[in-house]
């Protein structure tokens, strides 16, 4: 009796699944495969001070085949992890967590917040193993939007044109936790009429740092009046990052020197997303000065 | 005993070395020239990364097993005839050392590089008991006629221009010929060796560091570039070791593969021009070599932080490479600091030494950037020590009142996501309003740390996630479209 059941059981299998490796059993045609549901984690400066990078974020995630949602948001809880404050931290990945659970992937205009999703708030949960599994999940599923566009989806050019010439900034977080770097180089080069001069020390601080900018207003002062002494040097009419906390630095102490160099996040060149005015800029003064 | 620290003026510190124009040009050689020679070091050697990971495992492996290996290490020291003084702090250190001193009638002490000495403020104990200390590393000579402390580990003067050095050797130098032309830094270097040589044969005691300690030989090492460390503990008839208990290796092999990767990450050399063993006394067949072998074995707060979640800033090497690579270091040298150790590795160190109510600004005066833990020998991730401080502070209500209450009005509404939409909605569209015709701020309140010095870009209008719920809404009541 039980051996007639066993194989009612094996029968009532396809004979796919056992000639077939486990991958290739559920086989879907390449124009019916469903889009990845990407869940835009916008950061609280943008979606604070510069929405214009958000929507460029959503244009290029979207050109590139993504489902974009936006969960309604507030912060990653980096000021709080980086002040010392954990419970407030914890709090606030949770929430996110939470927000975001039915993405597939996550993905933010900035290598700083991500960098906290994807590689801290496994670091957070430690003590709690239920919860530090969900973290880890999720920091997989976390990327930065550049990187994510060249290494997860295959993206090598975008459809922009930006006849300007540029210089990049690498932003610490993304250099250094991410390892983005050639990246939005590799995207930049396909923008049409964009030049880009490399600056001196592109990977050195610009001395933002989050709360530091205020707290230590003097020495962040100084490393950033070394980092637009290397952009104006460059000789660049454009400067461009992946990070608004750095490019708010910059553009704030080049508006205050009196520089005329247009500061942009890089998502917004990409996306050929520039009639807003730079940052820093006044709204009457839009992009495209040439 | 302890040096004393102005950690607590850190801010103080940092205005007065930002408005110190020589100081901001002896630091511009340091902005560069470190930085190149460690890569140029690094590129050259294939295995440099794998390197690393050894050099860190070596030192985690010494952590989990300090108490055998310092037992290995003196039971070695003794058979070759030195004696180990363990120093449980600063003072019992200083009073060890100025012992030894003593006991053979000491009057003139050479001493090699140690920043340990330093840390317990060996020099004003061995003056206190009516003896000389004659620093005999170029650097440090210049800065103890100068009476100020190091600015850096391993470059200790770098805070100089060569015509201050000129000035502090005309004005201590008085028995030379005033007119001598000190222009050329070479001129400064065999005026310093001249000076030096006599003191060397003159000393009683000779007193080194030690990069390493080496377990199974009992043997200590020293890396120089200028010699001094042979002549220190050479000539005088009594040497003395003093090291920090944590510098002990297990073998001569492991010694060899952290200095594969010290000198490369310190000064961008392949090794130092010397590398000097030490093991125990003079023998019988010995052509030369002191009479007394003495190590002095510093605790000083370390073995509190075994098993702490700092125990990883134990495996420092003190090689440099963190401040060399540190914006805010490159911005103030390293006095700003207002202890021994500087940088980055100061930051983490500093307030496990002397406290965190002490050095609480250090951990915090740092952007995260990163660019330390990137070129780190031993892989120390810095910045989440760093973080770790300020955890502690957090915890202890030690930073300051203003951050916090900020702080905790941000999270009040950041946990509530309605609330911070409603508001946010407001808040951005009013200062738009405000910034509009520029487009930025020059001051706004309760930003003076930010636009004192920088302008504040003003938000485009209406908030992404107003603007993004408003565009689905309008979608979703759409009607459908039919054909």
Known sequence: MKRTRLWATVLSFPISFYVLPPHEMTIVPAETKPKPRVGLFATCLVDLFRPSVGFAAVKLLEDAGCLVVVPSQTCCGQPAFNSGDRTTTRDLALQVMEAFKDCDYIVAPSGSCTGMMAKHYPELFLDDPDIANLANNFAAKCHELVSFLTDVLGVTTVAATFPRNVTYHDSCSGLRELNIQSQPRKLLASVEGLTLTEMKDSDVCCGFGGTFAVKYGDLSNAIVTEKTSQVLHSGAQVLLAGDLGCLMNMAGKLARQGKDIEVRHVAEVLAGMTQDAPIAAAPSDKGQRS | ?483
């Open chain 2, 1 to 483: 005993m302890s040096h004393a620290s102005t950690s607590p003026q850190f801010k103080a510190n940092t205005r007065k070395a930002l408005g110190d124009t020589q100081l901001q040009a002896a630091l511009g050689h340091v902005r560069h020239r470190f930085i190149d020679k460690r890569a140029q070091a690094a590129a050259r050697l294939p295995e440099f990364e794998a390197l690393r990971d050894s050099a860190r495992d070596i030192k985690d492996h010494v952590l989990a097993h300090l108490d055998l290996y310092l037992e290995t290490y003196e039971a070695n020291v003794t058979a070759s005839g030195g004696k180990v003084h363990f120093a449980r702090n600063a003072q019992e250190a200083c009073d060890a050392i100025v012992g030894i001193c003593q006991a053979r009638g000491a009057k003139t002490v050479t001493k090699g590089k140690s920043m340990v000495s330093e840390e317990i403020g060996l020099n004003a104990a061995i003056e206190a008991a009516g003896m000389v200390p004659v620093e005999t590393d170029l650097g440090e000579y210049i800065i103890q006629i100068r009476g100020e402390t190091p600015s850096h580990i391993i470059a200790p003067a770098v805070h100089l221009t060569k015509e201050q050095v000129a000035a502090d050797f005309r004005h201590t130098h008085r028995h030379l010929p005033a007119q001598r032309d000190l222009t050329a830094p070479e001129s400064l270097l065999s005026e310093a060796r001249g000076i030096l040589r006599e003191k060397f044969l003159a000393a009683d005691v000779g007193i080194t560091g030690a990069n390493m300690l080496i377990a199974e030989t009992g043997s200590s090492i020293i890396v120089t570039n200028e010699g001094n460390g042979d002549l220190t503990q050479i000539l005088p008839k009594v040497h003395i070791v003093i090291a920090s208990i944590e510098k002990i290796v297990p073998t001569l092999e492991d010694a060899a593969q952290i200095l594969r990767v010290l000198a490369r990450s310190a000064t961008g050399q392949d090794m130092t021009v010397y590398t000097t063993l030490s093991t125990g006394p003079r023998r019988a067949d010995d052509p030369d070599g002191p009479e007394e072998y003495h190590v002095v074995l510093v605790d000083n707060g370390r073995s509190a932080m075994l098993g702490s979640e700092f125990e990883e800033m134990l495996r420092c090497i003190r090689c440099g490479a963190c401040m060399n690579h540190c914006p805010v270091y490159h911005a103030v040298g390293g006095h700003a600091y207002g202890w021994v150790y500087p940088g980055p590795m100061g930051a983490v160190l500093t307030p496990s030494l002397i406290g965190v109510d002490e050095a609480g600004h250090l951990p915090n005066a740092s952007t995260f950037c990163g660019r330390c833990e990137s070129v780190c020998p031993v892989r120390i991730p810095l910045p989440k020590l760093m973080r770790h401080w300020r955890e502690r502070e957090f915890e202890r209500h030690l930073s300051p009142a203003t951050i916090r209450a900020g702080l905790g009005l941000w999270a009040f509404f950041a946990k509530r996501p309605v609330l911070y939409r409603f508001s946010t909605t407001l808040g951005m569209r009013l200062l738009s309003i405000m910034g509009r015709a520029k487009g930025r701020f020059h001051w706004l309140p309760f930003t003076s740390g930010w636009t004192q010095s920088r302008d504040l870009p003003a938000p485009q209008g209406e908030t992404f996630q107003a603007q993004w719920h408003r565009a689905q809404k309008a979608a979703n009541a759409k009607p459908s479209v039919t054909s």
